[in-house]
């Protein structure tokens, strides 16, 4: 049709070259395997999400709970402090009696070990401190070195810490609830997998298009644009995906599997939470009066302490007695620093 009048144009079948050059075109107007993919892909991005928050509550409780360590190794720190002094002062007190021969060789003997025993627990108390300043430290993102770690100042002691803790109520989503709220997106997300699925049981509608020219010459002359004529069309086809109806069912079988897991999973974390938090609960009021009565334990032991000071300077007592109040005061402060500790891991856990 393009050749001019009486003009003889040579056909494909009965030249001895032809050859083609376009661009083929194919645009899917429905395809069944893209119905949700962008969903799928905002599921993906949303469970992403998720994770990061997890990620960020978790490293904020790391670092609440290592505040507290902080603050417990001071205030233990602080106490061996003063029991070396306390037993220095003793140690020197049984030397000057033991001169005078009021005091017994075993009795001075065990006013030296105790001041020794002392000074180990100093030193290993000093190691904590620093261990728990330097783990601070790290969690928070700051550099750690020996001079920020010697320099760290904390603002609270224990009763201040716990109280703030006790009066603290958080706004902000658990880490619980972000746990809850990422398994609801993974079961929104097996979902609209399982739609994709079935939607591939339908057909594709694809619209096609070549935009080109042919070649059609007894001789090879790929350059003589006289032999060149245009050969462009346009059109629709439909795909059946009738031999892929086998495969598509034993997906859409296991992707149906895979949504009743992911739904029973999300039970599973919904029982398990609310039988932590009835234990943790529960957990939390032992807590509460175990760091109440160590309290007034504590505080029982040191006027003990005190009264015992009081009779050994007057002569009631032994030196024995003495150093057994004051060993039953030690156990009674590591008593109330371990209840502090449990009750601000209790409260750190409930609050995130």
């Not at 609440?64 to 029991?83: F, G, H, K, M, P």
């Not at 100042?153 to 619980?176: C, F, N, R, W």
């Not at 057994?324 to 009674?332: G, I, M, N, V, W």
Request: hydrophobic share 35%; aromatic share 8%; with cysteine.
């Amino acid at each position: 049709p393009d050749a001019q009048e009486g003009e003889l144009m040579y056909l494909r079948f009965n030249t001895s070259w032809n050859a083609s050059a376009g661009l083929n075109l194919s645009y899917d107007l429905f395809s069944p395997e893209k119905v949700n993919r962008v969903g799928e892909q905002k599921q993906q991005l949303k469970i992403q999400q998720y994770d990061e928050r997890i990620s960020e509550k978790e490293l904020r409780e790391q670092v609440a709970i290592a505040y507290a360590e902080c603050v417990i190794a001071e205030e233990q720190l602080r106490s061996c402090v003063q029991d070396t002094t306390y037993y220095a002062l003793l140690l020197s007190n049984a030397g000057d009696l033991y001169k005078k021969e009021q005091l017994s060789l075993v009795e001075k003997n065990k006013a030296q070990q105790a001041y020794n025993e002392s000074v180990a627990n100093c030193l290993r108390a000093e190691k904590i401190a620093a261990d728990a300043r330097a783990n601070l430290l790290f969690l928070a993102g700051a550099e750690v070195t020996p001079q920020t770690v010697a320099t760290l100042q904390l603002e609270e002691d224990i009763p201040t810490l716990l109280s703030k803790m006790e009066q603290h109520a958080s706004t902000s989503v658990t880490g619980k609830e972000l746990e809850v709220m990422k398994q609801l997106e993974r079961v929104s997300l097996a979902a609209l997998r399982t739609g994709s699925a079935e939607w591939k049981y339908a057909p594709t509608l694809s619209l096609n298009g070549y935009l080109g020219t042919n070649y059609y010459n007894n001789e090879l002359r790929l350059f003589n644009d006289r032999y060149w004529r245009g050969n462009s069309y346009l059109g629709l086809s439909l795909k059946i995906p009738i031999s892929q109806s086998l495969t598509t069912a034993k997906e859409v079988s296991r992707l149906r599997l895979q949504q009743r897991l992911e739904e029973a999973s999300l039970l599973e974390i919904r029982n398990r939470q609310e039988k932590e938090r009835l234990q943790e609960q529960s957990q939390l009021v032992v807590q509460r009066e175990s760091y109440r009565l160590s309290e007034e334990n504590m505080a029982i032991s040191e006027q003990n302490l005190e009264a015992a000071q009081m009779q050994y300077e007057k002569g009631y007592i032994l030196q024995q007695e003495l150093l057994s109040e004051q060993l039953k005061a030690q156990f009674a402060r590591q008593s109330y620093l371990q209840a502090a500790y449990d009750l601000f891991t209790g409260l750190v856990t409930m609050k995130h």
